[in-house]
């Protein structure tokens, strides 16, 4: 039963990380794209409030600064990141750029940990660097220019790859889902002080703005907080090269999100793409 059970936890997974671009552009529809974070961040902080406080004493003293990292690097600046570039850049180049993040925690995991590394390992992250490179070249009516923004998607997954070596090294002593409630709260909260908050004025919950908002509060809720939960559980059923897997998965949904969407696509998108799974295959496997 548990055989079937992973493999179901596994696709829930990549089809909820997998829509996470498509829901972006969507919100970024009707909000700019700090309302728009902003919005996720508290739709996912407030499932895990009530949960959140019982699972506070479950962290240690010494962790709590580790445990604040881990909201801001693992989900607070990347949800921003990400909004920012999407009002430039297609969900489906978003959700292709995000398969990096793997090769950016291999490149932390040197520093952090001084992991011992092979010259594979190396020409592997240099061939995902490479493809995300020409993956931010924009082609339109046959002229072809650099799009500066897809380097905050870079930007955000050097995040997620800071944020996975913090919480190996910082936080083993922290209990799996004490971690996840607490710091998709602290998300949320820090989201509520900083920008809610102080800009109450410039969200808008009317009816023009339903469509987008409906998508942010789910992108929140299941991109954010479910997916955590299920993360965890998969996590502790199977291996972590199974778990692992979900990374060749998500570009796959993103990618046939952007053609329903409509999304520009060229031989080169694909081209990129097998280039970073690639790198991501090299870097694992080795």
């Known amino acids: 039963m548990r055989q079937y059970e992973r493999w179901i936890l596994l696709g829930l997974l990549a089809l909820i990380w997998g829509s996470s671009f498509i829901l972006i552009k969507k919100g970024l529809v009707s909000y700019g794209f700090i309302e728009a974070a902003t919005l996720r961040m508290i739709a996912a902080g407030s499932v895990f409030a009530i949960s959140a406080v019982f699972h506070l004493p479950k962290i240690p003293r010494e962790s709590w600064i580790y445990v604040v990292m881990a909201s801001i ?6 949800a921003y990141l990400f909004c920012i570039a999407q009002q430039h850049v297609q969900s489906v180049v978003a959700g292709l750029l995000n398969a990096l993040t793997p090769a950016f925690a291999f490149v932390f995991s040197i520093f952090m940990f ?12 240099i061939l995902g660097l490479m493809s995300a490179m020409v993956l ?36 083993q ?28 004025g410039d969200f808008h919950f009317d009816e023009g ?33 199974f ?18 969407d ?17 790198s991501v295959a090299i870097i694992r496997k080795s």
């Open 262 to 278: 409509g999304e520009i696509l060229h031989l080169v998108h694909l081209l990129c793409i097998g280039g970073i799974l690639a």
């Open 114 to 125: 001084h992991s011992r590394y092979r010259w594979v390992q190396i020409s592997g992250l």
């Open 209 to 241: 703005h339903k469509a987008s908002l409906t998508a942010l509060v789910v992108l929140g809720v299941m991109g954010t907080a479910v997916a955590q939960v299920i993360y965890y559980r998969l996590i502790k059923i199977s291996t972590p090269l």
């Open 173 to 200: 002593n922290v209990p799996a889902m004490s971690l996840s409630y607490v710091s998709v709260f602290f998300a949320g909260l820090l989201a509520a002080v900083f920008f809610l908050i102080p800009r109450w």
């Open 136 to 171: 931010a070249f924009e082609r339109a009516n046959g002229s072809v220019s650099f799009n500066a923004y897809a380097l905050l998607i870079v930007l955000a997954t050097v995040s997620y790859g800071f944020n996975i070596n913090l919480v190996k090294k910082k936080l």
């Open 243 to 260: 778990t692992s897997s979900v990374t060749f998965l998500i570009p796959i949904v993103a990618l046939i999100w952007g053609i329903l």
């Open 73 to 78: 690097f693992g989900m607070f600046l990347p």
